[in-house]
């Protein structure tokens, strides 16, 4: 009998500057659309989320902006692209509430992580809202306070 391998887990890239720039609605879970040397690329761990975001356009949604380093070695045939756009696989029932809800007002579409789930590769999108800058200046101080607060509590234990 054949060995089973294992199945690679566990976040390939976040996407920290969005948590930071937008409160998030919803999230979606979305299968990627990939060529072979980007997944192994993504083995590698050679991915960049930082200034990505998701278009809906045409009844489909595109990740555009992702960064994908090609590996030397499993792109020799092919003229990779790094930043191509890459399409999301999902279902019409989200795809109608992520249409809808891009169309008012202040929300966005923005990608949080790449992560695998078996031998899937998935990307993990949200519906945000726009923070404004004292929002964010507030969330950082109640992070802030929490660490204190946290930090307290375990040196109140040791004494």
């Not at 879970?29 to 930082?50: F, H, I, M």
């Not at 998701?54 to 555009?64: F, I, P, R």
């Not at 992580?113 to 923070?131: R, V």
Request: glycine share 6%; with cysteine; charged share 35%.
């Amino acid at each position: 009998m054949a060995k089973q391998k294992k199945h690679p887990e566990g976040t390939i890239a976040l996407n920290k500057k969005a948590l930071h720039d937008y409160s998030i609605e919803q999230k979606f879970e979305a299968g990627l659309a990939l060529a072979g040397w980007e997944v192994k690329s993504l083995r590698a761990g050679k991915a960049q989320l930082v200034d990505s975001y998701v278009l809906l356009k045409d009844g489909e949604a595109w990740l555009l902006g992702s960064h994908i380093t090609p590996l030397k070695t499993a792109s020799t045939h092919v003229i990779a692209d790094p930043v191509r756009t890459r399409k999301l696989l999902l279902h019409k029932r989200e795809l109608g509430k992520l249409f809808g809800a891009v169309q008012q007002k202040g929300y966005a579409c923005v990608a949080l992580s790449i992560y695998w789930k078996k031998h899937l590769i998935k990307c993990e999108i949200a519906l945000a809202k726009g923070k404004k800058e004292f929002d964010k200046r507030a969330t950082e101080k109640e992070r802030d306070s929490d660490r204190e607060i946290a930090r307290a509590m375990r040196t109140k234990g040791k004494e």
